[in-house]
T-cell receptor, first 113, second 107 residues
Framework: QVQLVQSGAEVMEPGASVKVSCKASGYIFTNYYLQWVRQAPGQGLEWMGWINPNSGATKYAQKFQGRVTMTRDTSISTVYMEFRNLRFTDTATYYCARGPSQWGQGTLIAVSS | DIQMTQSPSSLSASVGDRVTITCRASQAISDSVAWYQQKPGKAPKLLVYGASTLGGGVPSRFSGSGSGTEHTLTISSLQPEDFATYYC?????????FGQGTKVEIK
């Protein structure tokens, strides 16, 4: 069955960078875009961008342009989301998703000094 | 980007009530709509995709309908475990967008 397994929670200082991984299994990795969505505490769901695992092409929400980079390693069916210059307001749970019915378990990134 | 305007933002209802939540898209999105239920501290749970197809294991009291720009989630008879926040989601474009959420509270 389709599975997306994300890396574990992290506590980061303001200004730091974090890299979250999302390992896919149960399907042909290069056949489906992977999306990243985040949710701040008590807030709604916010789309961050996508990566095409086949070509490596990406599209980012304008809000995150310049701070986020999505990459992939096809040899291990894994996508990465690197988020730079973290702010307190970036504290959130970050999800990868293949489609509406296939989401990772979420990765909590807490930005704290 | 496609905007998803979800209403109401919150509602109070009693067990057994029929509840309807609506999402209006800023442009036609065919049937590329999903609905999720989320409880505190948990990941969103898929209820409906393709506008009207129930996700696996989802009780039949949940239903989705709509096409074009207007989409609706209905709970036919609210149960105690249904008190949660609900989100609509359009995946018509690869730039996903979500409704703001509807918090369903106990009356």
């Amino acid at each position: 069955q389709v599975q997306l397994v994300q890396s574990g929670a992290e506590v980061m200082e303001p200004g730091a960078s974090v890299k979250v991984s999302c390992k896919a299994s149960g399907y042909i990795f290069t056949n489906y875009y992977l999306q990243w969505v985040r949710q701040a505490p008590g807030q709604g769901l916010e789309w961050m961008g996508w990566i095409n695992p086949n070509s490596g092409a990406t599209k980012y929400a304008q809000k995150f342009q310049g701070r986020v980079t999505m990459t992939r390693d096809t040899s291990i069916s894994t996508v990465y989301m690197e988020f730079r210059n973290l702010r307190f307001t970036d504290t959130a749970t970050y999800y990868c998703a293949r489609g509406p019915s296939q989401w990772g378990q979420g990765t909590l990134i807490a930005v704290s000094s | 980007d496609i905007q998803m305007t979800q209403s109401p933002s919150s509602l109070s209802a009693s067990v057994g009530d029929r509840v309807t939540i609506t999402c209006r898209a800023s442009q036609a999105i065919s049937d590329s709509v999903a609905w999720y239920q989320q409880k505190p501290g948990k990941a969103p749970k898929l209820l409906v995709y393709g506008a009207s197809t129930l996700g696996g294991g989802v009780p039949s009291r949940f239903s989705g309908s709509g096409s074009g720009t207007e989409h609706t989630l209905t709970i036919s008879s609210l149960q105690p475990e249904d008190f949660a926040t609900y989100y609509c989601h359009q995946y018509y474009t690869t730039a996903w967008t979500f409704g703001q959420g509807t918090k369903v509270e106990i009356k």
